[in-house]
């Protein structure tokens, strides 16, 4: 895999949301057993890695795509890169071009989960968040049932 790490503007991904996410763009996605980079131009996933540290197994395209897993202590890191490089990059790592472009929806909402959306859903819904008082009354009341 070759991947320029010093051309690329690294972006703060803690305020990415899709709407946001660059034209051309790759991100790499590390946890303690596994480092992934996705290649993701306008609303399309166009390419994937993966290898496996346990294994140094490394994998390519759709199957790359299937052993993807982002949970709460990986690192996402968002580069942004120009048409040019994009186009480059790709070239140069043709094994991990995807057959057909995949949605690339489906792995920015696991990555950029908008954190106001919460706060939004219980305005929306008029949800009100139950003090700890309450929630101790609650258990009183049902415990002397």
Request: charged content about 35%.
């Amino acid at each position: 895999m070759w991947l320029p790490f010093d051309n690329p503007r690294k972006m703060d991904y803690t305020v990415l949301k899709r709407s946001s996410v660059p034209e051309f763009s790759y991100i790499r996605i590390l946890d303690n057993e596994n480092e992934a980079i996705i290649f993701v131009t306008g609303n399309n996933i166009v390419g994937a890695w993966h290898i496996d540290f346990n294994t140094l197994e490394e994998t390519h395209s759709h199957k790359a795509m299937e052993r993807l897993e982002i949970n709460h202590d990986s690192v996402v890191e968002v580069y942004e890169t120009d048409a040019d490089l994009f186009e480059t990059l790709i070239e140069l790592n043709d094994e991990s071009k995807l057959s057909i472009p995949i949605d690339a929806e489906i792995i920015i909402n696991e990555m950029f989960l908008d954190k106001s959306s919460r706060e939004e859903l219980l305005e929306r819904y008029r949800i009100r968040v139950p003090t700890d008082e309450a929630i101790e009354r609650l258990i009183e009341d049902y415990k002397s049932r």
